[in-house]
């Protein structure tokens, strides 16, 4: 599994290094304006916007690390957590607190979307996703036809082909409505 830092430097597209330059910087107590003015040779040529990005990004994913660590721990004090389990790579993820997703390292939205249009016989130009935040990415980038929805974060909205309205505002009905079956609504 790959590290925060390398999730971090692949998603912002920046090396490594300035990406666990900035992380300490942070960890030390420092704030993006001083990072962004005094710090230059530390991060490269990071502005304001990509340094903030990465700071939400860094806390999102230390959350998600530590609720993995918790739900594991949780699993484990239930006995469910077998050694056949661990050894077979079960990875734990969550979007939100109440959800709760584990599967298999070689499992995920991505790869289970493509089985399933292959399954039933979908081309790739006849595949559409929906997705709101960061877990919802590799999805994404699986169909021809990426949604975010209005609620979406701006990364996951960066990738998408179409933005839906909020899901509030019944944004998937909408937008099947519009695009597969040309209705406005």
């Given at each position: 599994m790959k590290s925060i830092a390398e999730i971090l430097a692949e998603e912002l597209s920046q090396k490594l290094e300035y990406i666990e330059n900035v992380i300490a910087l942070m960890d030390e107590g420092n704030t993006i304006p001083f990072i962004a003015r005094y710090r230059k040779e530390m991060h490269g040529a990071m502005d304001d916007t990509t340094l903030r990005n990465l700071e939400t990004r860094l806390t999102y994913?230390?959350?998600?690390?530590?609720?993995?660590?918790?739900?594991?721990?949780?699993?484990?004090?239930?006995?469910?957590?077998?050694?056949?389990?661990?050894?077979?790579?079960?990875s734990v993820s969550s979007s939100v607190p109440t959800d709760i997703e584990i599967m298999s390292h070689n499992a995920?939205?991505?790869?289970?979307?493509?089985?399933?249009?292959?399954?039933?016989?979908?081309?790739?130009?006849?595949?559409?996703?929906?997705?709101?935040?960061?877990?919802?990415?590799?999805?994404?980038?699986?169909?021809?036809w990426p949604v975010a929805m209005g609620n979406a974060v701006?990364?996951?909205?960066?990738?998408a082909r179409i933005i839906a309205p909020h899901c509030a505002e019944n944004g998937v009905a909408k937008t099947i409505a519009k695009y597969v079956f040309g209705r406005e609504e």
């Open positions: 994913l230390r959350n998600l690390q530590e609720r993995r660590e918790e739900v594991k721990r949780a699993i484990e004090n239930q006995g469910k957590l077998t050694e056949e389990l661990t050894e077979a790579g079960l995920g939205k991505g790869s289970t979307v493509k089985w399933l249009a292959n399954h039933i016989g979908a081309t790739f130009d006849q595949t559409m996703a929906f997705g709101d935040n960061t877990n919802d990415l590799q999805m994404l980038q699986s169909v021809a701006e990364e996951l909205k960066a990738a």
